[in-house]
């Protein structure tokens, strides 16, 4: 089914770890984006991209690495994880010009740090 | 500072029922807004959107009201059902649509 999927689902981390989280969307959108969802915090954009090759900082995107080498996917990476970075994590994809058609949501990876 | 707010962590509504779900931002240059509704361990899906141009938007058993001068918006679900049972985000944008500042959600329950 066309979508947008993430990988892992699930990671246990231990504090000071590096991590990667996979991205891929197979709707063509130029837009992908990465959130994080806290509890009494709503979602919040950690880092977006606009096009392959390019990123752009969001609300919360110290800790937090990307990069869209294919416009397919979008890679979130954490390079020395903390536990204030456990939390579930978004990807996201939309066409641009279309923004009243709203995103395409990964199901999450739920991440913990320990 | 939480540009956009969601007041009310919960609510509960008889099926049937009209369900009315608020959000309040704070940003006068957001043209863009949608409502998200949420299922456990998913993502978020879309559901309304409305534009700054406009005061209210419907789709089916669905009505988003803007009020820019009290920078409000509101969800309608008329009739509610047991199926509209989850959380539901309101998001808005400024007019370069790339970045979406979301509320805290609030968790509908339709009690059938």
């Known amino acids: 089914n066309a979508g947008v999927t993430q990988t892992p689902k699930f990671r246990v981390l231990k504090t000071g770890q590096s991590m990667t989280l996979l991205c891929a969307q197979d709707?063509?959108?130029?837009?992908m984006y990465w959130y994080r969802q806290d509890p009494g915090m709503g979602l919040r954009l950690i880092h977006y991209?606009?096009?392959?090759?390019?990123?752009a900082k969001g609300e919360v995107p110290d800790g937090y690495n990307v990069s869209r080498l294919k416009k397919q996917n979008f890679l979130l990476g954490l390079e020395s994880a903390a536990p204030s970075q456990t939390s579930v994590y978004f990807c996201?994809?939309?066409?641009?010009?279309?923004?009243?058609?709203?995103?395409?949501f990964g199901s999450g990876t739920r991440l913990t740090v320990v | 500072d939480q540009q956009v707010k969601q007041n009310s962590p919960s609510l509960s509504v008889q099926e049937g029922r009209i369900s009315i779900l608020n959000c309040d931002y704070t940003?006068?240059?957001?043209?863009?807004f949608l409502w998200y509704k949420k299922y456990p361990a998913e993502g978020p899906t879309f559901l309304i959107s409305?534009?700054?141009?406009?005061d209210k938007n419907e789709d089916g058993r669905f009505t988003v009201f803007l009020n820019k001068s009290a920078k409000h918006l509101s969800l309608h679900i008329v009739p509610s059902q047991p199926g509209d049972s989850a959380v539901y985000f309101c998001?808005?944008?400024?007019?370069?649509?790339?970045?979406?500042?979301f509320g805290t959600g609030t968790s509908l329950t339709v009690i059938p």
């Open positions: 940003n006068s240059m957001f043209d863009y």
């Open positions: 991209s606009v096009g392959e090759g390019t990123t």
């Open positions: 409305i534009s700054s141009i406009k």
């Open positions: 996201a994809s939309s066409y641009p010009l279309m923004v009243l058609y709203g995103y395409t």
């Open positions: 709707m063509n959108h130029e837009y």
């Open positions: 998001a808005a944008s400024p007019n370069t649509g790339n970045q979406f500042y």
